[in-house]
């Protein structure tokens, strides 16, 4: 059992510090590069830090473990919250939470919690029923916080402007595309091992799913706590703080609506197929 757990340990800390030091830093120098918005390297930086959530959503369905899945976006959701508004505070940006755009985004951030709650309080069981529902909530989520951001930052907020793109030179576009190949091939092989070890924690050693889930939940969000501070600490050095804040922003409200509504739907999906 001790073998098994050091595995759990080593595996997964190579998919967060491989997503981290590698894809998230690869995705943000090509962001830099093409000059992205603020909102839009959120976006991306959320879609990058929730590798981790995928890959052990996918393995955990894959080896019929539905439980570990719901509890790992549960607990994950809720850190990233937590991590959010503690970045916040360390970097004396509170003040900045009464646009109304990341007030709306933030309550959208607060369903993404309260829904996983309700369904595991009403047993509601999670198969392709729910899927239908997953997609249009996700795709209602996207139109609020594209809307919101258009009234209330580009129109209430005109003295917000993006800064140059940072004179330092980054990695060539072609070179970071490969770079991010690699690495998913490297994680994807990562994640195959991980679920293996999974699956011989909880059949073989009797651990709860329960638990596994709410572990992985604490580890897969490692990323987001790293890329919250990144973001806040970046524009600071411009004195631009509120162009942080969006970016941080909008990378929780990326991670979390895709960890409930798009990666825990790849897991209903290959739950109902694999099982």
Do not use: W
Request: charged residues 15%.
């Amino acid at each position: 059992m001790l073998l098994e757990i050091i595995k759990f340990i080593f595996y997964l800390a190579i998919i967060v510090l491989t997503s981290k030091y590698i894809l998230t830093t690869t995705l943000r120098n090509l962001a830099q590069s093409l000059k992205l918005k603020p909102k839009t390297t959120g976006n991306i930086a959320g879609f990058a830090t929730s590798v981790p959530e995928l890959l052990t959503i996918t393995t955990s369905s894959i080896r019929g473990l539905p439980n570990a899945s719901i509890y790992n976006i549960l607990s994950s959701n809720i850190i990233n919250l937590i991590q959010y508004i503690s970045t916040l505070i360390l970097n004396k940006n509170l003040k900045k939470l009464k646009n109304n755009a990341i007030i709306t985004d933030i309550v959208l951030v607060i369903i993404t919690i309260i829904l996983p709650i309700i369904l595991l309080r009403l047993n509601i069981k999670l198969d392709i029923f729910i899927v239908p529902l997953f997609v249009i909530l996700y795709l209602l989520f996207i139109f609020l916080n594209n809307n919101v951001h258009k009234l209330y930052l580009n129109l209430n907020d005109k003295n917000i402007e993006i800064e140059e793109a940072s004179k330092e030179k980054h990695s060539n576009n072609i070179k970071d595309i490969l770079t991010l190949i690699i690495t998913g091939i490297i994680l994807y092989i990562i994640g195959e091992l991980l679920g293996n070890t999974l699956e011989n924690l909880c059949n073989s050693f009797n651990i709860s799913q329960t638990l596994i889930g709410i572990l992985l939940g604490l580890i897969t969000s490692v990323p987001e706590l790293m890329t919250f501070f990144e973001a806040q600490t970046y524009h600071k050095k411009v004195k631009n703080e509120m162009l942080g804040v969006i970016e941080a922003t909008n990378n929780l409200f990326t991670s979390n609506i895709l960890n409930l509504f798009v990666i825990q739907t790849i897991g209903i999906l290959m739950l109902q197929f694999t099982g």
